[in-house]
């Protein structure tokens, strides 16, 4: 080791020799973590204020700087590149846990991701420059297998996940279609070919036991699919699993130092008003949402066609609108999770993803609910207007989403790229990160449009499915081309995702008013305030 010489005297390399490693259940969790019975009271910044993430305890401290302090510097400046004393660190806490391979370390993303970096990166002039060089690029059409190998398995399961998705849409194609081309074929034939065939409104009275079966197949499938994603990510595991779903998140090691310092109700106090906060910003969308939706009423009072068209251009502002606030409401959830100091990158991911998420299905309800209000002195069927919302919802998904998620980070490349040429050095640390999580979010977000409508829009299965191919196939580009080079992720949340598959279907399930069991229930079926024909008396 070039750089690491002066720190050996720290600590012993031999195999046999163990290190001391107390029971979290000594040590509670707002008590400093001691390593080899050593208690670290330093505080780190947290990743929001520092490109680097924080290291775990402070090495001894030095007389005069060594080659190892100059190598620490580059590790500060790109967490891809790690110092020897973090490895000394890193050896005490995983020593003898056999969890972390060979040859790696583990680090934190700026966004909490537990990640592995390789080990071997110490010593040399300008490191990050120089291996920028070194590192061939992955081939665009690279099989998984290769994305899995350079970066780890939790890496490449996001494009396993992405292809899962997609065989899921295309056994829900089947099933709709199954219903939907026999029924549609018996339709009056007073519905002119267009847009409105789309819906079930448009079915007649007699096929709707056809339409009935079919989407009750649909929605057994949604609650199925989990179960089968278990099964089949355990397969694509293909190794001992963890006992843990995330073998990083262990006491000691998550701990966001700088956060230790704010006490309980002091935390208490910032989740609470973080969430207050998240839900004052829903309301805001929602009566922004309700006034577009008064003003489609008001403007096509006596054209109800052209109001319940899909393109009416009162559906694609509203729906525009929320793709536009979730991709805003993501840069503010950052700043919120970070404002809520928790103790644990665990914790924080957790609130994350749960207000990330969450503010997305509440946009979509609130879009229902307030269409639901507007709608409440009409005589015509509802479902057209819902369903024409449902296919603007998936086509602005499909154009304004992936456009923002994917030439977003290419605009921050090329603005910092410039920046990066004038410091002679790397232009990695500069570039965005490539967030897991997020894509997955981006998947249940689809999912959950998906399986709200196509009881109302059997068709959508098929635009759920071309939103995902392109998205798949410009996530490689935005990973391998745009973003910093992927971290090394090796879990791949299989569980969590599973709890977020239930969630998403049940959700779907029972939201009110467009929810699968109101809809099969019968809850628009035709009455005197009522004119929806397809659904009988």
Not at 301 to 308: E, G, I, L, M
Not at 326 to 349: A, M, P, Q
Not at 396 to 422: H, M
Not at 482 to 497: A, D, H, N, T, V
Request: hydrophobic share 40%.
């Amino acid at each position: 080791m070039g750089g690491g010489h002066s720190h050996h005297h720290h600590h012993h390399h031999d195999d046999d020799h163990h290190y001391y490693r107390p029971s979290p259940q000594m040590y509670p969790m707002n008590q400093p973590y001691p390593i080899n019975g050593v208690v670290s009271t330093t505080h780190h910044p947290p990743p929001q204020y520092q490109n680097s993430p924080p290291s775990y305890a402070n090495a001894p401290p030095q007389d005069e700087p060594t080659d190892a302090d100059v190598a620490n510097e580059h590790a500060d400046r790109n967490p891809m590149f790690v110092s020897a004393e973090d490895q000394d660190q890193n050896d005490r806490l995983i020593q003898g846990e056999g969890k972390v391979p060979e040859g790696y370390l583990l680090k934190f993303t700026a966004a909490g991701q537990p990640y592995l970096a390789a080990r071997d990166m110490e010593g040399g002039e300008d490191e990050e420059a120089m291996s920028e060089h070194l590192v061939t690029k992955t081939p665009l059409n690279a099989p998984l297998e290769e994305i899995e190998k350079r970066y780890g398995l939790g890496t490449a399961f996001v494009f396993h996940f992405k292809k899962f998705i997609m065989v899921c849409n295309l056994v829900l194609i089947i099933c709709g279609l199954a219903g939907y081309i026999p029924a549609i074929l018996d339709r009056d034939t007073s519905i002119s070919w267009g847009t409105s065939i789309l819906f079930i409104s448009a079915l007649a009275p007699d096929t709707y036991w056809m339409w009935f079966s079919t989407a009750s197949v649909m929605v057994a499938l949604s609650l199925l699919i989990v179960p089968i994603f278990l099964f089949w990510a355990a397969r694509i595991e293909k190794r001992e699993l963890p006992k843990h779903d995330n073998p990083y998140y262990w006491a000691g090691v998550d701990i966001i130092t700088e956060n230790l310092k704010y006490s309980h109700r002091s935390r208490l106090f910032r989740r609470f008003t973080s969430y207050f906060f998240t839900l004052f910003l829903c309301a805001i969308l929602c009566g922004a949402t309700y006034g577009l939706e008064q003003l489609n009423v008001r403007m096509y009072n006596a054209d109800s066609r052209t109001r319940n068209s899909v393109w009416n251009p009162y559906n694609f502002a509203i729906t525009g609108f929320i793709s536009i606030a979730n991709f805003g409401w993501h840069v503010i959830c950052d700043k919120l999770t970070s404002f809520e100091r928790h103790r644990t990158w665990g914790r924080y991911r957790q609130s994350q993803t749960v207000k990330l998420f969450g503010f997305r299905i509440l946009n979509v309800s609130a879009m229902y609910l307030s269409l639901k209000w507007a709608y409440a002195a009409d005589q015509n069927c509802v479902l057209e207007a819902i369903g024409s919302k449902f296919l603007a919802l998936m086509l602005s998904d499909l154009f304004v989403t992936n456009a923002f998620e994917f030439f977003i980070p290419l605009l921050k490349l090329l603005i910092f790229k410039n920046r990066g040429q004038s410091s002679k050095g790397s232009n990695e640390s500069v570039k965005p990160e490539f967030d897991a999580s997020e894509e997955y979010i981006n998947s249940f977000y689809r999912l959950f449009i998906l399986y709200l409508g196509m009881p109302i829009v059997p068709t959508l299965p098929i635009i759920a499915f071309v939103s995902n191919l392109i998205e798949y196939h410009l996530d490689r580009v935005k990973m391998l081309r745009i973003c910093q080079q992927p971290k090394r992720l090796e879990s791949i949340m299989k569980k969590r995702l599973a709890l977020l598959l239930l969630m998403t279907a049940l959700v779907a399930l029972f939201s009110y008013p467009v929810g699968s069991a109101w809809i099969l229930s019968g809850k628009y079926r035709h009455t005197s305030e009522l004119q929806c024909f397809f659904f009988g008396d």
